[in-house]
Structures are given as C-alpha cells and as structure tokens.
C-alpha cells in the first residue's frame, strides 16, 4: 500500500487517529464496512466515496490483516484502554453539553439586569460559549474547554445566578471529567515498538479510520437522497462506538454545540477522536 503521496501535515493527523483505536475495533469496522461496500457500494459514488475509496479500504484492511501479529502481545490492553477512553470522552461530552446549558440559561437571567459587572460576566459568558463551540476531538482541548466552563461558572457575577440552575453540580463534574478525561489519555498512551514499522501500522489505521468514516457520511446523504434510510445503519460504525446500556449518544446535541462526529468524528470526534500508543 503506497502512502507516500499524504502530505505531512495530513500524516500527523492520521498517525495521531490511528493511535486512538485499538487493532480489533479498527478492523472489526473495516470488516463491516467493505461488506457493507460489497452490497450497497455503487449507491455511494455519486455521493463522495468512490471505487477507489474502496479499493484503498480494502488495501489498508488487508495490510492491518497481514501485520497484526506484530502488535499482538499489547492489543488487548490497548482495546481496553481505548474503549476506557471513549466512556471518558462521552461523558466529559455530556457534562459540556450541561454546562453549556447552564451558562446559557445564566446570561438569560443576567441579561435582565444592569450594571457593569453584569455586562462583564455576559462577557465572559458570551466568550466562552463563542471559544468551546465546536466539542473538541481530543482529550486535551476538551479538558482545557470543560476547566474554561468551570471557571466561568465560578465567576462572583455568575455563580450566584446559577446556584439554583445546576451550577454547582456543574462545576464539581465538570472538575471530575477534565480529570478523568486527562487520565483516561495517559493511560492510553505508552511504550512504542519498532518506531518505523509501529508509526506506519498507526498510519494504516488512521486511513482506516478516515475511510470508513467517509463511507458513513456518504451512506447518511445518500439515504436521504435515495429514500433508503437503512444505508445509515448498514453503514453505522458500531464497532468504533458500541452503544451501552446506560447511553448510546453518538451525536451529542444542545445549546450551540457542533459535536464532533462520533458515529460521525465526522475529527470527534466526536468523538472521539484517545492518544494511545500503538502496540
């Protein structure tokens, strides 16, 4: 498989996504999506993932196939990590949707008031709404965005107003996320083999990843286009993003948020989008 036409900057991003996912979950959704490509794969073409989208899936599958044993020995732990670190994700996503909401609901209330240090806190508000409204894709950023909600709603001005709006709450998960989040990303990452033979497997898998994500965002406009809302489901990337009992929350939603594509990152990205070493 040649993948020395992706240019620098994009082979970062790949290497960096690739790493996120444990080998099973990577392949378990290649396997379901070139069999979804067998069937319904002509209905795509005309929507953005072509037969060349496929023919290079199914290159990078079999490549993935044929070196899996060399990272055998970690991939459990590494699956393991990397589904530990997607609950994480989510629920930091959950807790930012909330605070959101209560910052919202906050400036409602102020905007009813005068003086300047309620102009100030609307401010403040406004700016940290502005700043964290697209969910981040990485651990970091959306650590960094959950401390920035919990700051603002700490604030003298702010907190009063949403004491009995969930804003205590808010700032004591938001607190407890941002950690659990940066340790579910440490935890994620760890000591490299081969650095050459490694970084490419994590290359193989971030292709992976961008491909079978691309099929699912052809498959959703098609579905609508076509009239066959199954393509969404046959397409869907369950393996990367099993539901759970207590949430199945792929596409977060509220108060202005564009969340990244989970069963989307749509890179969340979604979701996530962990850095996790590759075995």
Same mark, same amino acid.
Do not use: W
């Given at each position: 498989?040649?993948?020395?036409?992706?240019?620098?900057?994009?082979? !970062? $991003?790949?290497?960096?996504?690739?790493?996120?996912?444990? =080998?099973?979950?990577?392949?378990?959704?290649?396997?379901?999506?070139?069999?979804?490509?067998?069937?319904h794969?002509?209905?795509?073409?005309?929507?953005?993932?072509? =037969?060349?989208?496929? !023919?290079?899936?199914?290159?990078?599958?079999?490549?993935?196939?044929t070196?899996?044993?060399?990272?055998?020995?970690?991939? !459990?732990?590494?699956?393991?990590? =990397?589904?530990?670190?997607?609950?994480?994700?989510?629920?930091?996503?959950?807790?930012?949707?909330?605070?959101?909401?209560?910052?919202?609901?906050?400036?409602?209330?102020?905007?009813?008031?005068?003086?300047?240090?309620? $102009?100030?806190?609307? *401010?403040?508000?406004?700016?940290?709404?502005?700043?964290? =409204?697209?969910?981040?894709?990485?651990?970091?950023?959306?650590a960094?965005?959950?401390?920035?909600?919990?700051?603002?709603?700490?604030?003298?001005?702010?907190?009063?107003?949403?004491?009995?709006?969930?804003?205590?709450?808010?700032?004591?998960?938001?607190?407890?996320?941002?950690?659990?989040?940066?340790?579910?990303?440490?935890?994620?990452?760890?000591?490299?083999?081969?650095?050459?033979?490694?970084?490419?497997?994590?290359?193989?898998?971030?292709?992976?990843?961008?491909?079978? *994500?691309?099929?699912?965002?052809?498959?959703?406009?098609?579905?609508?286009?076509?009239?066959?809302?199954?393509?969404? !489901?046959?397409?869907?990337?369950?393996?990367?993003?099993?539901?759970?009992?207590a949430t199945?929350?792929?596409?977060p939603?509220?108060?202005?948020?564009?969340?990244?594509?989970?069963?989307?990152?749509?890179?969340?990205?979604?979701?996530?989008?962990?850095?996790?070493?590759s075995?």
């Open positions: 498989m040649d993948l020395t036409n992706i240019a620098p900057g994009r082979r !970062t $991003e790949l290497i960096s996504q690739g790493r996120r996912f444990g =080998s099973e979950l990577v392949l378990a959704q290649a396997r379901k999506t070139l069999a979804a490509l067998q069937t794969g002509s209905k795509l073409v005309d929507f953005g993932f072509g =037969s060349a989208d496929t !023919t290079e899936l199914a290159a990078a599958y079999e490549e993935l196939v070196s899996g044993g060399v990272r055998e020995g970690r991939r !459990t732990t590494k699956k393991q990590n =990397s589904l530990g670190y997607h609950r994480a994700f989510r629920d930091a996503l959950d807790i930012r949707l909330r605070a959101r909401a209560v910052l919202t609901s906050g400036r409602r209330a102020l905007a009813r008031t005068e003086g300047a240090d309620v $102009e100030q806190a609307i *401010r403040l508000i406004d700016s940290v709404l502005a700043r964290g =409204s697209v969910a981040p894709q990485d651990a970091g950023p959306l960094n965005q959950l401390d920035e909600l919990r700051l603002a709603l700490g604030d003298a001005t702010i907190a009063p107003i949403v004491a009995s709006r969930g804003g205590p709450s808010a700032v004591t998960e938001l607190a407890e996320h941002a950690t659990l989040v940066r340790a579910a990303d440490k935890a994620i990452a760890g000591p490299r083999g081969t650095p050459e033979h490694t970084e490419r497997l994590d290359l193989v898998d971030g292709v992976v990843l961008e491909l079978v *994500r691309s099929a699912r965002e052809a498959a959703e406009v098609a579905s609508k286009a076509l009239g066959e809302p199954a393509l969404v !489901t046959v397409f869907s990337l369950s393996e990367l993003y099993p539901a759970t009992p199945n929350t792929n596409k939603s509220g108060p202005g948020v564009t969340p990244p594509r989970n069963d989307p990152p749509h890179g969340g990205t979604p979701t996530p989008t962990p850095p996790a070493s075995c």
